[in-house]
């Protein structure tokens, strides 16, 4: 366990995004943050839990709310500086009730095409 939290990136407040994925179909679900306990407990418990940059605490999607993720896989990205926690969502990702905390959020965008390239 060590080796893997010691080979980890923290960034600024010893923290590093994790980037949460429904298992089943793929929707990115939400982003939130962890430090190197909150990464430790994610891999050790099959809850995700993470660390609340507001409130100064760790917290454990779902002890509140219900709405539970159950950790299906975890993997770093090249850098090691992101994680990507695929998980089994019980009830809504986001605070606001929504499925996903993208959903309904759209930004316009112009759209590039992969023919000019």
């Known amino acids: 366990m060590s080796e893997i939290l010691d080979e980890l990136v923290f960034g ?3 923290l590093l995004p994790a980037i949460i994925q429904d298992d089943e179909n793929g929707d990115v679900l939400m982003l939130a943050w962890m430090d190197r306990e909150a990464v430790r407990r ?3 418990t099959g809850r995700v839990t993470f660390w609340s940059r507001s409130r100064q605490e760790y ?3 779902g002890d ?3 709405h539970r993720q159950y950790v299906r896989s975890v993997a770093m990205d090249c850098d090691a500086d992101t994680l990507l926690v695929r998980v089994v969502q019980v009830g809504a990702a986001c605070h606001t009730g929504s499925r996903t905390c993208f959903d309904g959020r759209d930004i ?3 759209q590039g095409d992969a023919a000019e390239a």
Request: no cysteine; charged share 25%.
């Open 12 to 14: 600024e407040g010893g």
């Open 59 to 61: 917290w454990r999607k």
């Open 108 to 110: 316009d965008a112009v």
């Open 64 to 66: 509140t709310s219900g």
């Open 42 to 44: 994610t891999l050790t």
